[in-house]
Every structure is written in C-alpha cells, then in structure tokens.
C-alpha cells in the first residue's frame, strides 16, 4: 500500500488528464529518463498525443514547486533532476504519460522490475478513479441533504409560526381569565 500512495504522490493532473511524468516513471522503473524515453520514441507510433504529451513551459513551471520539494529531499529522483538541469535549470522538457501511455509503457519495457511497477501503477490509476467517484457522489449527497434542509426549513417556519399563534392565543386567554372581576362576586 505504500508503494501505492508512494506512485499515487506522483500522478499530477494535467490538460485535464491524470499523468505521470517520464522522470517519475524512470525513477519507478529504476532506469535513467534518457534510457525511458529512448524506448518510446523508437516505439513513437505506440504513444499517440493522448497517451503522451510534453509539457509547455508554462505547465513544468507550474508543476515546480512540487519538483522543488523533491529536490530538497534525499528522495532516489534527486540525482536524476541534478543531472537532467543544464545552466538554465531543466534541459529538457518532461514528457507526460497519461493511464493509457503508461500502460502503453508496459509493451515496451519488458523487465520484471518495470512490470511489477506498471502493475503497481494501474492499480494507483484505479485507487485516484474511485476516490475522485467517492468525491463526487459525495457532492451529490450533501445536495440532497441541502435540498431536504431547505425544505424542511420551510415546513419548521410554518410550525414555528403555528406555535407562535397558539401561544399568542393562550396568552390572550390567560390574560382575559386573569383579569380583575368587577362587579357582583361571589
């Protein structure tokens, strides 16, 4: 399970989609990121734009601040971002493999060390699906219960008016048995 939530921690969402990045998958592979993305492009065709995408600029430095907390850690991917950064930082733009790309991934690298990851991975894909349902069916039920309490907000005004009346009513008669007689008393 913790290898699960270890895999789970790397899955960003991206354009929409949920996506792993190749130095991510490279350092679950225990393979380098070159190595990685030498075996997808000599299988390209497998990978069409919906398995796998490079990141703009724009999408890696808002994913930084989540690399940088890495790179701040004795974490196995340090040494790869140390050695993929040029003077200007990272060289090269990551790659994103969404579910279908990383599936995909298991064609091609066929170690035993690559397959039991990528199996480790479906099942982390699977887990983030049934949470993100958990969440929305959750959503529906706190609309339901908002719905019920608006109703029954109306129903509790009536009764509260109801009862304000009754005790207007019994207050007028207490007042009126209370009052001082006057006139013959026996």
Known sequence: MIIIQSIQNRIYELRGERVMLDRDLAALYETETKA???AVKRNIKRFPN?????LTR???????????????????????IETSK?????????????EQGVAMLSGILNSDKAINMNIAI???FVEIRKLALKQTDLKDQLQEIKDRIGEHDVQ??????????????????RKWDERERIGFKK
């Open 36 to 38: 990685l993305n030498l």
């Open 50 to 54: 919906d398995f796998m995408f490079q």
């Open 58 to 80: 724009e999408e890696f430095d808002g994913l930084r601040f989540q690399i940088e907390t890495l790179e701040k850690t004795d974490h196995p991917l340090r040494l790869q």
């Open 86 to 98: 040029g003077r200007g930082g990272t060289r090269y733009l990551p790659y994103a493999f969404t």
């Open 122 to 124: 479906m099942r982390a």
């Open 156 to 173: 509790l005004s009536q009764i509260y008016d109801a009862i304000e009346n009754m005790l207007d009513e019994k207050a007028g008669q």
